[in-house]
């Protein structure tokens, strides 16, 4: 069935280093792609998505892009924020509903 | 900005007793998800709604839960009877296509 890996935490960066949190997606088809933020004790937020190949989502200094050839949607931010310290989970969807990862928890220290 | 809403945002329950809890969707958001979040994973798909209609129920453990969406419109998660392993988040969401909308969630402890 379809599945979504993502990279394990937690994340520990600095303000204004750069992130990458990968992502990489087993589907039968051609799923949209996601990526969702969870601040404590809040319900998920859509950060970011890409519904085709070679789209490229971006939200808030985010990007993602869907690499079809490698199946993957890591996402990156160039500089980050303390405000960026929640836990961001990689979603597909095909034709129904959300498929998640684990998460990943970051956390930005200044 | 239209949101999904929950209710209760906490619960605590003792084991063996009876829980529920409600959602409302985005208006005219037709289809709508339950999904439960253990603490530290990622939420997991309990039940998928569209319209009034089961569409997905495949994940949730019938012995004990039961979900329901009467017209269509808000729905309701039900536990009966509640056990230790049911302490989680649950979330709700809604969806006019393939992007989906979550509500803050209700945070259950059972003791």
């Known amino acids: 069935g379809d599945s979504v890996t993502q990279m394990e935490g937690p994340v520990t960066l600095s303000e204004e280093a750069f992130l990458t949190i990968n992502c990489t997606y087993t589907?039968?088809?051609?799923?949209?792609l996601f990526w969702y933020v969870q601040y404590p004790g809040e319900g998920l937020q859509l950060l970011l998505k890409?519904?085709?190949?070679?789209d490229k989502g971006s939200n808030k200094g985010f990007e993602a892009t869907y690499r079809k050839e490698t199946t993957s949607f890591h996402l990156e931010k160039g500089s980050v924020q303390v405000s960026d310290s929640a836990v961001y989970f990689c979603?597909?969807?095909?034709?129904?509903?959300?498929?998640f990862g684990k998460g990943t928890s970051l956390l930005v220290t200044p | 900005e239209a949101e999904v809403a929950q209710s209760p945002r906490y619960k605590i329950t003792e084991k063996s007793q009876a829980v529920a809890f409600w959602c409302d969707p985005i208006?005219?958001?037709?289809?709508l998800y339950w999904y439960r979040q253990i603490l530290g994973q990622g939420p997991e798909l309990l039940v998928q709604?569209?319209?009034?209609?089961?569409?997905?129920d495949s994940q949730l453990p019938k012995d004990r839960f039961s979900a329901e969406r009467l017209k269509g419109v808000d729905s309701t998660l039900k536990i009966q009877p509640a056990e230790l392993g049911d302490s989680a988040m649950y979330l709700c969401?809604?969806?006019?296509?393939?992007?989906?909308?979550f509500g803050q969630g209700t945070r259950l402890t059972v003791v």
């Open positions: 969401a809604s969806s006019p296509d393939t992007e989906a909308f």
């Open positions: 589907a039968t088809g051609y799923p949209s």
């Open positions: 890409a519904t085709k190949a070679d």
């Open positions: 979603a597909l969807s095909e034709e129904n509903a959300l498929n």
């Open positions: 208006s005219g958001h037709a289809t």
């Open positions: 709604f569209q319209d009034e209609s089961v569409v997905d």
